[in-house]
């Protein structure tokens, strides 16, 4: 199995900056014990007052170098988990400061990106503000499709995806697009997740989707397994099997680092694969679901990382 979401590299960051790897090494053991063999690992921003409200931590100073951090997490990660495929991502590029900066992370290994968290910044808004792109928004989006460089639709206001969407089709590249931790709004009507509005702009850049299974994005009952089923279902029917993926967007780290926001995921992550491969055999033809599980994932990861 491929997760498309986790936010390893802030773990391993994190590890670094306290001085204490014990989380990061509770993580990675259960990571190993999971049957993964690839993760999306992501180095998150947001303002500097959410994250310290969120990590319940100052280490995350004014003088925010995002390639020191990138570089530093990496180098931890690849020593921890030596055997996990990694595609590095940065989720929220607030402090990357241009395009120039973009290409110098790209040559750090930098492979994805997520333009927004949930809040306005330079370069766009996410899902609590109702505006677009900004003209550095867009110079960065079509600086990361010239990189080749996966572009994560995820937390992105309406405009701000539309506006993605349009570059993404004026361009003459094939660029890889995904939305790797939004699940379906028609089954649970939660602002993160996908109208049909935006799953049919989806369709006309052949972008995928990654089925979170994070519990408050899929059902508002406890129906929970039956409703990731159905949204496993309707991503299919909308987008066909090749584009559907899966992720699990784990919530581990907050269990130490900031107890409020710890929402157990769907799944233990130990034993992850074959507990996600129990649900799905039982309700979809093998050949999808090896699809969903690791093919359509491995796509992205072999365009991506050559």
Known sequence: MIDMHYDLLTVAYLSYITGDDSVLKDICKQINNSGVTGIVANLYFMSRDEMRKELHSNYYKDDISVKDMFRISMDIINKYLPNIDILPSIEGCDYIKDEYELEELYKLGLRSIIL??????????????????????????????????????????????????NIIKDSDKDVVCYASHSNIKRICDRPRNLSDIQLDMLKEVKGYIGIVAYPPFISNNKDVISKYIEMIRYGISYLGDNYVMLSTDDMYLYKYYCKEYYVKSLFDYNNLKDNIYKVLSKELDENVVQKVMVKNANDIFRKLKG
Not at 135 to 141: A, E, F, Q, Y
Request: aromatic share 10%.
């Open 116 to 165: 927004v968290w949930n809040n306005k910044n330079k370069y766009g808004s996410g899902i609590r503000d109702k505006g677009g792109l900004s003209s550095d928004g867009i110079k960065l989006i079509k600086k990361a499709i010239d990189l080749n460089i996966g572009i994560d639709l995820s937390h992105a206001s309406y405009y701000t995806y539309k506006d993605i969407i």
